[in-house]
Structure formats: structure tokens, C-alpha cells
């Protein structure tokens, strides 16, 4: 499970927060009301107060690199560093029969990142994530940019590894998308986050 | 005087003699309206000031030949370097680390150095004899201090322009050393590229200026180019790890202990997110 305890952080007032290991747990709420905000405060990425368990083990007990391949997050606008796409890979080969996974040619893994669209650094972004096989995975928009097909694609992906273990948390404006994929839902709105009861209408 | 060599000492009148060249520019403007004989004459005004009021200063603390005037006079020198260093940031750290980290590396490694040559090397007697301790300090200073500051520029406009890459980095476990190093050995090609140009344009391209003045002066070639070698290795080796040390750092200042990227704590940037 991963539980959340009292964690805040400019913009964000305090979490708690219980996600069972296997499910998936959607976050919703309008432009600007902290979601990702709340994303880099649990992987540690800006300074924030409180702690989050995995399994039982404590975040401040490990070095955060360590933390963050246990508990990955995929911003909504992921960053690139090389020319080329496969060069954002550990092992570009091993992922290419991935890439029709997320409606993408075998060849992308040789396209330059700059003639690349939002839609495609997305789903490249997310293969990326998976590639580093962590236990948690946080996804900010994960189909913001796509068609409905590749959406599908890319859902279908999602709960393929769920069902082989791994955890969710899907940040997402789309409210059939958090009825098709939640297991748990929150809301946020103005820095403060909360249970719903159901999927959002 | 002059013994050992075939030095030709020049009197104030020869030197007046060699401005005829840049008068005649001067006047050629003037005729022709081209608007530059004032600002020529300005700058050659103040260049004989300048080089006359050191030339001076120099003969003072050489005659005096204490060890408190040089270092005051190297302090001085550092002074301005240091402040050449802060100046030249586009975005420089918030608070007192401006002016600690990146003179602090300059300063750090061009006194080692400077050290390093006057007790091992030249051993002068005495080893602070200012004659050689001022002008070697004076040019590791110049070519460090351009250094730390293009490496220095080169690693916070990278933690501004590429936060999203190197956020990327981290998010897939890496640390912060790790999430930075290409932007590191890029901010470091930077620091190094006008001292390895300099390197290797020497002898073909350009003869370095300290090495055609001893010539002048009566050195025989070879033993010109042997202090020319001995002042570049030094001036690179300074440069290079002034350089490294500015860019680290600048990234341990810039990240924390959580591998965090801090933006946060570049000078105008402390907004908060």
C-alpha cells in the first residue's frame, strides 16, 4: 500500500492518502488546484513536509533516486536531454515492440526528439517510465493530447500492468476516463484533497 | 646594463615616435569627418595613464620588495577579478554565494597554483619575490577568472533552460550528479574552449604576447618558448580545474540533499515553486 501522512507543501495543504498496492487511484479537479503539485511533492522532487510509506518503507529511510524507482511520476510535459529518442532509453532495442503497445512505429526509437508531437513525447515518456519498472506509478494526463483510439491503446496498456502487479495513480480532466480506469478517486480543489464516494460525474 | 642580453632600451620619445601612426589615423578621421579622432584620442590618453601609473605601482613594490606590498597588490588583483566573475553572471546564486563560489574557485586553485610554481619551479629568492609572483598571478587570474564565469553562465542557464530534462533525469532515479553531468561536461567545454584555443592557435597562428616580449627583450627563443610552455600548462591546468570546481559547485548549491533540482536559489527566482 502506499499511504501518504500530512504531506504539504506550498500549494498543497495536508495529504493523507491510502492507494492498496494494485489499484488505481484517479485524481481530478480543475486547472491549477495543485495536482501536480501534489505529484512532486510524493516523489520528492520540491521541498515538502510529511512522509509516504511504500510497502511499509518509510521515504525518508532511503535516498530519494531510491524512492523514485520505487515510485515513478510522469509529468504532463516530460523532459528530453538528446537528439535522439532512443537515446532517453536504457535499452532502446528491448522497448522498440513496445512502441505499437502505444500506437507508434518500431522506428521511433530513431526519431529526433524535436520533430517529435506532444501526443508522441507522451506516450515515449510513459514507455520510458515503464522501462525503469517501477512498483508505483503516477501519470499526470497521460491521454491529454491523444485521439480515442491511441487513448484506448495507451489505457489498455495501463491496466495490462496493473493486472501484473504494478500501481496507479492517474491524475486526469477526463471524467469517463477516471470511471473506466479508478479504483479510488480523490478530488482537489484549492490545494485540498478529498475522497469521493464514487467515480466524478 | 644590459649584459646578458641585446635588450633595446626605448626612450620616452621613441615611444611618443610610435603613436605617428595612430595620429595620422586620427587625423585622417578628423579630415574626413569619419567622427573617431575624439574617441582614439580618449582611449590613448587613458591607455598612457593606465600602463604608466602600473608601470609605477610595479616599480614601487619591486624596490620595496616586501612580501605585505605584493600580497596587498594581489589582493587587489583578485578584487577585480572577483568581481569581474560576479558581475558576467546573467543569473547568479541568491545571497552570499554569489560572491563566495565562484571567485572562491578561481581564487582557490590559482593560489595553489601560483604557490606550486614560485616554491618548486621558478624558486625566486625570495619565493614571493613580486617580479615573478605578480605577473604569473596576474595571468592565471585573467584566463580563470573567464573561465569560471562562461562555465558558471553555462550551468545555471542550463538548470533554468533544461529543468525539464533534468528533472526527467532525476525522476528515473538518477542523482543529482548523475541527472547533471551532461550539462556539467558541456558547461565545462564551455569554461575550457578560449584556453584550448589559445593552446592550440599558439606558435602557428599567433605568437602569445608573452613570449614575443621576452624575445624583444633579448631572450634567446627557445628559452622564451620554455616559459611560454610553463605559463600555459599552469594557466590551463587553473583554468580547467577553477572551472570544474565553479561548475560542482554551483550543481551542489543548485540541488539538494534529496536530489532535488533548486532553481529556488538562483537570484530572482525564489518564487516559491
Known sequence: ?201 | MNTQASYIALSYGDVAASALFLFLAAAFSLVLRLGLAGSIAIVAARMVVQLLAIGFVLRFIFESSSGWITLAYALVMTTFAAREVINRQDRPLSGLWRYGLGPGAMLVTGVVALLYTLAFLLQPDPWHAPRYALPLFGMILGNSMNGVALGLNAVTRAVIREKAAIEARLLLGRTRWQALRPFAAEALKTGMTPIMNAMAASGVISLPGMMTGQILAGVPPVEAVKYQLLIMFLIAGVVGLGVIAAIFATIWRLTDARHRLRPDRLAGMDDGH
Do not use: C
Open chain 1, 1 to 201: 500500500m502506499l499511504k501518504i501522512e500530512n504531506l504539504a507543501r506550498s500549494g498543497l495543504k495536508p495529504v493523507n492518502m491510502m492507494l492498496p498496492a494494485g489499484a488505481i487511484g484517479v485524481l481530478t479537479g480543475p486547472s491549477g488546484s495543485g495536482k501536480s503539485l501534489f505529484a512532486r511533492a510524493v516523489v520528492d522532487l520540491d521541498p515538502n513536509s510529511g512522509e509516504v510509506w511504500w510497502k511499509g518503507r518509510a521515504r525518508s529511510a532511503m535516498p530519494a533516486p531510491r524512492w523514485r524507482q520505487l515510485v515513478g511520476y510522469v509529468p504532463a510535459e516530460s523532459g528530453w536531454w538528446a537528439e535522439r529518442v532512443g537515446e532517453h532509453f536504457a535499452n532502446p532495442e528491448s522497448m522498440r515492440p513496445m512502441l505499437q503497445a502505444v500506437g507508434l512505429p518500431e522506428d521511433a526509437m530513431d526519431w529526433p526528439v524535436s520533430r517529435t508531437s506532444t501526443g508522441e513525447r507522451q506516450r515515449l515518456a510513459l514507455l520510458r517510465a515503464l522501462e525503469a519498472v517501477p512498483d508505483v506509478l503516477i501519470l499526470d494526463e497521460p491521454t491529454a493530447a491523444l485521439d480515442e483510439g491511441t487513448r484506448a491503446r495507451v489505457e489498455s496498456l495501463i491496466l495490462e500492468r496493473r493486472r501484473a502487479g504494478m500501481t496507479f495513480m492517474i491524475i486526469t480532466h477526463d471524467p469517463a476516463q477516471a470511471a473506466r480506469m479508478g479504483d479510488i478517486f480523490w478530488r482537489i480543489e484549492k490545494g485540498r484533497i478529498t475522497l469521493q464516494e464514487g467515480a466524478p460525474a
